[in-house]
């Protein structure tokens, strides 16, 4: 919070906004397609069904968090790795505590979304046949 500036009342008693406070704002992720309560048993299904191709060397999060996230941001519209990341971020902490996202250091109650990179690398090394048998059978 900061203090009022010293116009600060005649800026608010103006009838047009300045223009860069009427600027554009980037559009927010959309909204996950599921309930708060439906996303732990999401990732319990995929968690059983998904077996992990990376090395566990220096792996934080778990493919089957980065599966439900990118489900659901798919689900939602997201088209891409940046969208999918944007919307992970979107997620409050109980949502990604949920989905099993790792904690966040030095914190409590917090937990890391996973970045954009970390999905692209999740895209690239998962196998489509094992993840079109999960989600459809």
Request: aromatic letters at 4%; proline letters at 12%.
């Amino acid at each position: 919070m900061r203090p009022l500036g010293t116009k600060a009342l005649e800026q608010l008693g103006v009838r047009e906004l300045p223009l860069e406070l009427t600027a554009e704002r980037p559009a927010l992720p959309p909204l996950p397609p599921i309930k708060t309560p439906q996303m732990e048993p999401l990732w319990r299904y995929a968690r059983q069904r998904l077996t992990d191709p990376r090395s566990p060397k220096g792996m934080r999060h778990p493919i089957a968090s980065l599966v439900c996230l990118a489900t659901l941001a798919v689900a939602s519209g997201c088209p891409g790795p940046h969208a999918i990341a944007e919307f992970a971020k979107s997620l409050n902490h109980g949502q990604r505590r949920r989905l099993r996202c790792p904690p966040r250091r030095g914190t409590r109650r917090q937990f890391d979304a996973p970045c954009e990179r970390t999905f692209e690398r999740m895209l690239n090394v998962i196998d489509a046949d094992q993840l079109r048998q999960v989600y459809s059978g």
